[in-house]
């Protein structure tokens, strides 16, 4: 089975302060994601990558960067957290050519005081 | 622009209640239509992927159908374990390949 972890469940943190969420999956995907997901509003995509060290703007990537050192790993980095950003964040990674299914890990939930 | 659509925003249901859920899409040429089960606090959990109309897939009480507009998700005899967000999703064709885009997701509850 695909599996896809994220480094912490919740956490809580302080306005201004730089947050490190991490994902890594376990299936060699080449198609990793990250997601923010709240009340009303569904999943929106923040940034996404095909390859280690490629990355690309989803659709709100302002406040948000991302890092792909390596296949297995994408990190998402809140330069300075603000109250605005306290939301649900999922990781997801495909494979490319076969499907385009997504799994996701299982979410942080993050709130930012 | 693509739009995926999913109605009803929630749904109440007795054990036992079977109904449908809607998922409806605007773009051409499909490439594929997912349905994902959300459970509170987790991420969404894949159930299933449609390709062409007329395709049908089941697990356990869920059947997902697709046409050339819309794609069904039928719950037969409901049990109060399958309360959860479902939500469907289409590749995202004005964008980079790989890309989904997802409706906001059907709110089921089924009441013992």
């Known amino acids: 089975d695909v599996k896809v972890t994220q480094s912490s469940r919740y956490l809580v943190k302080r306005t201004g302060e730089k947050v490190f969420l991490e994902c890594v999956q376990d299936?060699?995907?080449?198609?990793m994601f990250w997601y923010r997901q709240d009340p009303g509003l569904g999943l929106r995509l923040i940034y996404f990558?095909?390859?280690?060290?490629?990355?690309e703007k989803g659709d709100i990537p302002e406040g948000y960067s991302v890092s792909r050192e390596k296949k297995e790993r994408f990190s998402l980095i809140l330069e300075s957290a603000s109250t605005n950003q306290t939301s649900m964040y999922l990781c997801?990674?495909?494979?490319?050519?076969?499907?385009?299914?997504?799994?996701f890990g299982p979410g942080t939930r993050l709130l930012v005081l | 622009e693509d739009q995926v659509t999913q109605s009803p925003e929630a749904l109440r249901l007795q054990e036992g209640e079977s109904s449908s859920l809607n998922c409806s899409y605007t773009?051409?040429?499909?490439?594929?239509l997912f349905w994902y089960r959300q459970d509170p606090g987790k991420g969404p959990e894949f159930l299933f992927t449609?390709?062409?109309a007329g395709e049908e897939k089941e697990k356990e009480r869920l059947k997902a159908t697709l046409t050339k507009k819309e794609s069904f998700l039928h719950i037969t005899a409901p049990k109060p374990e399958d309360s959860a967000t479902y939500l469907c999703?289409?590749?995202?064709?004005?964008?980079?390949?790989?890309?989904?885009?997802f409706g906001k997701g059907t709110k089921l509850s089924v009441k013992p």
């Open positions: 773009v051409s040429g499909l490439r594929g």
């Open positions: 999703a289409v590749p995202n064709y004005g964008g980079s390949q790989g890309n989904l885009i």
């Open positions: 990558s095909y390859d280690v060290k490629m990355k």
């Open positions: 299936m060699d995907h080449e198609n």
């Open positions: 449609l390709y062409s």
């Open positions: 997801a990674s495909s494979s490319p050519g076969v499907s385009e299914t997504q799994y």
